[in-house]
């Protein structure tokens, strides 16, 4: 049987941004300025509060010179990282709570109205 390997880590979009920043030895306040938004737009997308918008990811793609789908699969694959890992635990959990006897006891227990 095949298994469907997955990365156990997603670098955020906000990560690489930093790199690419720290490469080109520019600051948030550098690209802040160059794209017309204010300094916190760019630290909560580099820690990771904030999502790249499609319009971001124009702004940054003409700010760096890449492509706006550059910024816009980045967001969208770290966003389906987390909603696997999320998914993956509620299913454990749920996984857990159908199959332990404690809390099939319980279940009994209070279904009885004990």
Aim: proline fraction near 5%; charged fraction near 25%; charge should be positive.
């Amino acid at each position: 049987m095949s298994q469907k390997l997955t990365p156990a880590r997603v670098p955020t979009p906000g990560k690489i941004l930093s790199r690419e920043l720290e490469v080109r030895g520019w600051t948030q306040k550098d690209l802040a300025e160059i794209m017309g938004r204010p300094v916190q737009t760019i630290n909560e997308i580099i820690r990771g509060t904030k999502q790249i918008t499609p319009e971001t990811a124009i702004e940054l793609s003409q700010a760096l010179g890449t492509s706006p789908e550059f910024w816009t699969n980045l967001e969208a694959k770290y966003r389906l990282h987390l909603a696997g890992k999320e998914k993956t635990y509620l299913d454990g959990a749920a996984h857990y709570l159908n199959n332990n006897s404690y809390m099939r006891h319980f279940k009994v227990r209070f279904s009885c109205g004990w």
